[in-house]
């Protein structure tokens, strides 16, 4: 691979990142407070593409509008050969998710909050985006693999538990399908990599785990996500999955 583009939401899941890798700050869109950086890995150009800060709200502009956004135009722009979704992200104890563990997307990226009960339009909401198959990496670097399933709100309702039930989703963000969605669109092979903050089904505040635990979930993310470009880099996309 020539060229790989990771997409991240929070500044705290970025940094450490940016700091193993090198990175240094290139030009972006410069009214829509992205940040983009670059680093040399492994003889592959990796663009970490970064949803920076609401200047209205001063928080990270985490969800799916901004990393559908810093998507298109990241790609756009780079025109990689593999797009990666990085970030923290939820877990369930009952699909035997454990706080640090480190997940690569399988099959495929949906909605769990997108209910439009319309004929024809219960699918679109649901989306299904395509994931590259990734079962050679995973195994070659002990990660576990899971449906991501997104949505735009920390919590989950009885509603969202229903979908996410019926998709057979283990690992829950907020980015991962919006950039899935561009990934198709502009035909660009995805990956997730999503270290687990917290357990939805645990008796524990989910605010609280997550606190608790980003620091820790985002280093195992740095870890993780630079083996990966280091496995990655010398290899061709259908490699990830053991077809070559």
Known sequence: MKRIVIVMAMGAEAAPVLERLGAVARASPPSLSFGWYVAERSGCEVVVAVNGRDPRHGVDKIGTQPAALNTYLALEQHRPDLVITAGTAGGWARAGGRIGDVYLSETH????DRRIAIPGYESYGVG?????????????????????TTGNSLDETDDDRRMIAASGASVKDMEGAAVAWVAELLDVP????????????????????FEANLAMASDRLCEALVAVIDWCAPRSVDDLGGLS
């Open 109 to 112: 990226f949906v909605y769990h």
């Open 128 to 148: 299904s985006y395509p994931a590259v198959r990734a079962d050679a990496l995973a195994r070659v670097l002990g990660l576990r693999q899971g449906i991501v």
């Open 190 to 209: 995805i990956l997730a990599v999503k270290a687990i903050t917290d357990l939805v089904d645990a008796h524990a505040d989910t605010v609280a785990q």
